[in-house]
């Protein structure tokens, strides 16, 4: 009976099991195939719906600096490639046209399967060490949506974004944008910016190379680390998130006031320049010029008499005026460029310039010059006067704190006195 009464509940416990199974749903109610099958054909209409196409921040691997390539895909499988950088015919805008194509590869791939001048460039292996920039050309799709996709790279796994460009911005313009940004932060021999953790303060240099030196304050230089980094329309992002002290950042964006890189992902934490702006002076390659369009009235007066001498006296074409260090005179001067056709003279007056304050600069006149400055300081009718206006204590002010371009030159003893130098 036992044994009859086991079979029993067994068989039971069978039927009962069975009957569960039945119902229960199928976690995947379609095959890999036709999943992978439909991942393709809605990221091909993502893809080709861009009416103005893509913008890629490329990375060829993440420790090389960052490219922004335009894409724009057609449904016949020809995509059209854009890029403006070192790479392209004489740094200008340059695109081609090749073919593209989705396959599956544990995933959606985009893949560019005939050369492209500009993309295949960063991951042709060329002389002279036989690797070349080491860089993709197919990509896993990680995500997709509306106007974004994010990629990563098959080879190197570095993270690509691809963001779609506004319909009323022609390809033309979005480089000049990243070229104005460029300009903004990292133009014109810029100095280090300085990052600051609640432990310690960061120095990022050699920002043009787009490939940062980072160095702790106080520490050895053998120390420093790297970071690589693309320009994009709003800031720079690197090409993967950075963590110091606890504190990660990836995207930093221009503040609106342009004195300081935010992170997108902590506003706590910024990039900023110098807290005076007397060190842009002692940079070697700065030169400064004088606007003559942003001078004072009495400034403006002294400096048209000098040019009127200047057309008089030599015949030129053009006059420029400026200020710089100049290294082989271990000096400051005010320099003086006279253009006669393609003839050039030029001639230094040396000054004094310190730095009197954080924000303020103190100039005297030395009396002394090369032949040139001091032939132009006695013969050109108003210019030693001149000379003496531009000398002085003065506060001095920028609009672009993050990486001056222009500086505003205010005398502290007569306010009508003021003009601004532009960094060349």
Not at 116 to 141: A, I, K, R, W
Not at 278 to 294: G, Q
């Amino acid at each position: 009976m036992k044994r009859i009464k086991y079979s029993c509940i067994l068989a039971f416990v069978l039927i009962f099991l069975n009957a569960c199974t039945a119902e229960q749903a199928d976690i995947f109610p379609k095959s890999a195939a036709e999943r992978i099958n439909n991942a393709l054909t809605e990221n091909e209409i993502l893809l080709t719906s861009a009416e103005n196409g893509w913008a890629m921040q490329y990375f060829p691997t993440d420790v090389k600096p960052g490219y922004t390539l335009l894409m724009k895909f057609k449904t016949s499988g020809i995509v059209t490639v854009a890029g403006k950088n070192e790479y392209t015919l004489k740094m200008a805008l340059e695109q081609d046209s090749s073919l593209y194509q989705l396959i599956a590869d544990n995933g959606p791939v985009l893949t560019f399967n005939s050369y492209n001048n500009v993309l295949h460039t960063f991951s042709n292996p060329q002389s002279p060490n036989g690797y070349g920039m080491e860089g993709d050309y197919e990509f896993m799709v990680l995500k997709g949506s509306e106007n974004e996709l994010i990629l990563k790279g098959k080879k190197r796994g570095v993270k690509i974004i691809m963001t779609k460009i506004p319909a009323t911005t022609t390809w033309s313009q979005y480089f000049d944008e990243l070229d104005a940004m460029n300009a903004t932060i990292l133009g014109n021999h810029p100095a280090p910016y300085t990052f600051t953790t609640p432990v310690a303060d960061y120095v990022f240099s050699n920002g043009p190379t787009r490939i940062f030196s980072i160095l702790k304050v106080g520490a050895e230089i053998n120390t420093s680390t790297s970071a690589s980094f693309i320009v994009t329309r709003t800031g720079i992002r690197f090409s993967k998130e950075q963590e110091m002290d606890g504190k990660k950042f990836q995207t930093m964006n221009l503040a609106d006031d342009k004195s300081s890189l935010v992170s997108a992902e902590d506003p706590t934490l910024k990039f900023v320049g110098p807290d005076s702006l007397a060190p842009y002076f002692w940079k070697d390659k700065n030169v400064w010029l004088i606007n003559p369009n942003l001078l004072s009235a009495k400034l403006k007066a002294k400096y048209d008499e000098v040019v009127q001498s200047a057309f008089t006296k030599y015949n030129v074409d053009k006059v420029a005026l400026s200020l710089k260090y100049y290294s082989a005179r271990r000096s400051f001067v005010v320099v003086l460029t006279l253009t006669s056709g393609k003839n050039k003279y030029i001639g230094n007056n040396d000054i004094n310039l310190t730095a009197s304050g954080i924000q303020s600069i103190s100039s005297s006149e030395k009396g002394t010059g090369d032949r040139n400055g001091r032939i132009f300081y006695t013969n050109l009718s108003g210019f030693s006067q001149l000379i003496q206006l531009l000398c002085g204590s003065f506060n001095i002010s920028t609009q672009t704190a993050i990486n001056p371009k222009d500086i505003k030159f205010v005398q502290q003893q007569d306010a009508e006195v003021w003009y601004t130098v532009s960094r060349q």
